[in-house]
């Protein structure tokens, strides 16, 4: 990653959170402590959020990872778009005069601190600058598009919906079995206790909606179904991930909603209250690397679009593998690419050996070498993981002098390894692995080699 968005419903962080940004070059979108909903607008509060304000913007101004400042988070989206007006029963007077106060703030007030006290420094009044419903939304500004989730959308929809700057969207996942432990004895949902980390009203609901969307069922094991909404996250928010990605330059940021919990919960995070990744987070890794690359049809050829973020120029050979799922290496090619600097390039494929194959079996590997450094590794599909038809991959996994070796007969995707003891984060994990692959993982000295558990994404089909 390169950017964080501080989000206006939490906290200022504390120094040592922008000194790390600095140092690591990474990006702070700092947004206002103002989210979701209406503020007086008395003298003696604007007085304090003037103060406040001053202090935070004189704080920060020294990090050079602080590059933009935002008012606020979906307020004006609240007002203009969820009908506040008429559910707070106001008449148009009344309606005028607030919205009056909210510009005093946020038009006036706020901008003009960051103007005196960090000069040049970028400000949005809000965001998203327009909301997801409008059209508006996917030609200018940020967008925060949440109809996947909150509009209960298909995942398919996030390559359809994608704006200039996408500033927030995202998917619920459960947090892995050992997150689970710290507040429910009975690994199933219905103890008190489990209904109470989940507090999305319709989370549940939804989360068994998108399952029979995607997979066609939802599984009555514990293990398996907090297996199926990670993977439903993983390869939900990915899907959005790579459509953004892939549509660069019209498209130039990507931040999903959320990285991390304030508490251990069923939420829409990557990384849970302990620090444990889930499947999001390895998945996010590999989807926010320098370069991405992946196959999509274009009438009735392939093409391989292959996105830079080096600031300097990329020429390599780049290898790409076609595999039946069901039979193995079908079709393989090697090309010469020069990728422009900040920049893509799209290469046509021969599809002819491959076109009788249909796209519920096939699955790309695509590996990008510079010189003899392998700076890619990456797989695509033309249909989404949960459609591909994927027989047994016979995993075999063998931990010697805590190494874990893992290797598959058949295409495996989304190999997901778990210590469900100590849920200790792997180097390597919810991995993609193809026939003659063998990984070897070292293994924290931390990890409980009997409470290893290995699952894929066949082992979601449905029964």
Known sequence: MNMLRV??????????????????????????????????????FLANVREEATQQVSRLRRHPSVVLWCGNNEISEGWHNWGWQEALGYSEAVSHAVWQDYQ???????????????????????????????????????????GVWWGRAPFETYREKIGRFNSEYGFQAYPIEATVRTFANDLGEDS???????????????LREYALMTFSYVPEDPGLWRYM????????????????????PRTMGTLYWQLNDVWPVISWSSMDMFGRWKPLHYR???????LFAEVYQDGDSLRLRVVSDSLLPVSGRIHVEAFDTHSGLVWADSMA???????????????????????????????????????????SSLSPRWDLSLPDPDLQ????????????ARPALGVWIEDTEHGVNLPLNYLDLFPGDAVEIDLPEAVDVEALT??????????
């Open 104 to 146: 005093q703030l946020f038009a006036e007030l706020l901008p003009d601190i960051v103007s005196e006290h960090h000069e040049g420094a970028p400000y949005l009044p809000s965001s998203p600058s327009n909301g997801w419903g409008r059209d508006i939304a996917y030609e200018e500004g940020d967008v925060h598009y949440w």
């Open 397 to 408: 996994m063998r931990v010697e002098n805590h190494q874990l070796r893992v290797a598959a």
């Open 337 to 379: 690419v020069s990728i422009p600097a900040n920049g893509g390039v799209d290469v046509v494929l021969d599809r002819r050996d491959v076109i009788a194959i249909p796209d519920e079996r096939l699955v790309f590997r695509i590996v990008v070498f510079d010189g003899e450094r392998r700076i890619l590794r990456a797989t």
């Open 454 to 463: 290995l699952r894929s994404i066949y082992d979601l089909q449905r029964p």
């Open 229 to 248: 909404t990670q993977v439903m996250q993983a390869e939900g928010v990915g899907m959005a991930i790579a459509g953004h990605r892939a549509n660069k």
């Open 192 to 206: 008190d206790a489990f209904r109470n980390h989940q507090k999305h009203p319709n989370g549940e609901e939804w």
């Open 284 to 290: 996010v890794r590999d989807l926010y690397q320098t």
């Open 7 to 44: 989000w206006g419903g939490g906290v200022y962080e504390d120094d040592l959170f922008y000194d790390l940004a600095d140092s690591l070059g990474i990006m702070v979108w700092q947004d206002f402590m103002f989210a979701n909903a209406l503020y007086p607008d008395t003298d003696e």
